[in-house]
């Protein structure tokens, strides 16, 4: 079983931290996978950076274009990765968009996923049907789960389809626009949850966008079985630096 499933069936709430690849430095990226799941996060989402990040605010913005500067490229992460399941047991996603992996060839991407031990995919600018025609049976072929993004202005229609291709969860964005950490989520993002709630999708849902603190995770999580946290922990990586990974999960859970 992929290990995104495996993590699903456990009784808890799930805590995802995402980052982008070769940031601080280029080579902190195996020093922070390892940190992560020592400091008790449930999956780790990898940022692969490109030079025209549509989704991203911008303090994932300024980290992708550093990584960049870094020398971060699609070649260079998965010469990092090559042996991270050595020290490494819980899932693994990489997000990125889908230029890069075209670029690279998306059989060999997705080979070289499942030879490095990557769970899934997070694709924001790949449409659903296009994945679905086009590259599900790809995906399939190499043990990935590619997991699709819905947002408040998703129809329903949508929804139920995104939810009958489904194989892992479905990452709901908690609002429209791009990503960037918040205090707290208002009346208007809370009514959008309960309603997702109560669609009774057979794929679990995890939150993004908007989770920063102990606060906005559990609020998320009261509706869904996990959130995923990136700009608070970028932003604290450029603040307080690597090796402080634990103080910031501590604070979360």
């Known amino acids: 079983m992929n290990r ?3 993590k699903l069936q456990e009784n808890k709430k799930i805590l995802s931290i ?3 690849a070769g940031y601080p430095s280029l080579n902190d990226t195996v020093q922070i996978i390892q940190d992560l799941e020592k400091s008790g996060v449930d999956m780790i ?14 303090t994932i913005q300024a980290s992708s274009t550093q990584a960049l500067h870094n020398g971060m490229t699609t070649q260079v992460l998965f010469d990092q990765l090559k042996d991270i399941r050595k020290t490494v047991s819980i899932p693994l996603v990489i997000m990125g968009y889908f230029n890069p992996m075209m670029q690279y060839g998306v059989e ?9 031990g990557i769970d899934g995919l997070i694709i924001p600018d790949l449409p659903v049907q296009d994945y679905n025609e086009n590259y599900k049976a790809i995906f399939e072929k190499y043990g990935l789960i590619n997991v699709f993004l819905i ?3 998703t129809s329903e229609e949508r929804i139920k389809f995104i939810d009958s291709i489904s194989n892992g969860f479905i990452y709901m964005v908690s609002s429209a626009g791009v990503t960037g950490a918040k205090a707290s989520f208002g009346n208007t993002q809370q009514i959008y949850f309960d309603r997702i709630a109560a669609m009774h999708l057979k794929a679990p849902q995890v939150i993004g966008f908007g989770i920063s603190n102990s606060a906005t995770f559990k609020q998320a999580t009261s509706n869904a079985k996990g959130a995923i946290i990136g700009s608070a922990f970028v932003k604290h990586l450029t603040e307080k630096g690597v090796n402080s990974i634990n103080d910031f999960i501590k604070e979360i859970r």
């Open 151 to 153: 947002t408040p202005q």
């Open 4 to 6: 995104i499933n495996q």
């Open 45 to 58: 989402e990898i940022g692969l950076p490109f030079s025209d990040p549509l989704a991203d605010g911008p």
């Open 18 to 20: 995402y980052f982008s």
């Open 108 to 116: 060999a991407f997705c080979e070289k996923c499942a030879e490095t």
